[in-house]
């Protein structure tokens, strides 16, 4: 099953200085039949103008995946991390028993973030951050893991959840396949350009929520760069 969530129908808001779209219930934006897709909670599209940003902040209990579009975002928190994370780049923060952090787009350009909540598999814990650089041509034609739960997925942000994070470019006329579990939950979002999966289109920024599927096949339709989250 694939259905299409269409990046106009999504909830949203215009803070000036932040535009977000919700792929899934968030602060003022409720929809009782988008509250998750499986252990996936959120998945926001944000536009971040330059020199601002979310002030210190507290999260508990859940994993923050942040992958950098465009520009770069400065992160700082109450245990002592901070790191900048550039286009490309991936950061994952375990809020665990509760933290605190704030960040910035301190660039001259907008910053252009998918920002993806998991449920953790069990509460508490110790915080951590960490950021690595993913380069795209490393995911030309392939999936790559670029944060996972899966001890055997090396290379991989490590987060507390059994979930995975993987990005992918394809190009126009290609196609990348995965195998999947069926029983688990894929969501996929192109963050740039638009690509088919089993004859439904999907424009950037579209989300497509994919169960019951063995083999997960995406055709691009033009030059693509797409992120999915596989979740129990």
Avoid: C
Wanted: aromatic content about 8%.
């Amino acid at each position: 099953m694939i259905e299409r969530r269409p990046f106009a129908k999504l909830g949203g808001a215009n803070h000036g200085w932040l535009k977000a779209k919700h792929h899934f219930s968030f602060a003022s934006y409720y929809d009782p039949s988008r509250m998750n897709w499986g252990s996936l909670r959120v998945w926001n599209d944000d536009e971040i103008a330059a020199k601002s940003g979310f002030p210190p902040h507290p999260h508990a209990d859940m994993e923050i995946i942040t992958y950098v579009r465009d520009g770069a975002i400065t992160h700082q928190d109450s245990v002592g991390n901070q790191g900048r994370t550039e286009a490309g780049d991936v950061q994952v923060m375990s809020a665990g028993s509760g933290i605190r952090h704030s960040e910035y787009n301190l660039e001259d350009e907008t910053t252009r973030i998918f920002q993806i909540w998991i449920q953790p598999e069990t509460r508490g814990g110790t915080p951590s951050w960490g950021a690595k650089p993913f380069p795209k041509a490393d995911r030309s034609g392939r999936f790559v893991t670029l944060a996972s739960g899966f001890a055997e997925d090396e290379g991989a942000l490590p987060i507390r959840a059994k979930a995975r994070v993987m990005g992918a470019t394809v190009k126009a006329g290609e196609r990348v396949s995965l195998t999947l579990d069926p029983s688990r939950h894929v969501y996929l979002v192109p963050a740039k350009g638009v690509v088919e999966i089993d004859g439904v289109r999907i424009e950037a920024r579209d989300g497509a929520a994919i169960t019951d599927q063995s083999v997960l096949e995406v055709v691009g339709i033009e030059d693509a760069e797409v992120v999915l989250v596989d979740a129990a």
